[in-house]
């Protein structure tokens, strides 16, 4: 199901681009490299994070894509990017994060990753002659709107990690980490 979402999110890069949303586009191949980098790094295409994480950023990528509410689709995505990466950190390294310091950390990786984005959309109205900053109050609502929805799913997530801890257990050895 994570490949299979993964591949998902390339196909909304490519329709992303075809639709003339470069940065969009290029947010999709970003997320999609996100994902993949866990198989890259070990060499196991087995490690990766949890398939619903990763369907929910393709449903959001997607849905962003073909115009399915992008703002708020915008937002889930940039959301669910910063959980990916949160829990990648603790599950493919040596950082034990406790279940709702990640949840905090993801919402502030979620800002980062918006303001990050603020700065894109900036220069792509300057070079690209496209139209994304009308206002500061608007620039404001994005800020606001992308962390509540990173509140809102990493809420999710910790409940999910609460609920499903004993499916997929983590073991940390001195030797690396193993998926028991």
Known sequence: MGWF????V???AIESVRADALLWGVFSVLVAIVVSI???TTGEWTAMVPW???SVAAVAVTARAVGVSPDAAGYLAIAMLALVIVVELDAFTSIELGRRFAVVFGVLT???IEALWIIAQFYSDRWLGTDFLSTQTELQLDIVSVTVMSVVVGSLVYWYLVRFESAGIVD????GVKSE
């Open 5 to 8: 979402s993964t591949g998902v």
């Open 110 to 112: 979620a800002m980062a």
């Open 52 to 54: 619903p994480l990763v």
């Open 172 to 175: 940390r050895s001195a030797q």
């Open 10 to 12: 390339a196909l909304a």
């Open 38 to 40: 866990p198989a890259l």
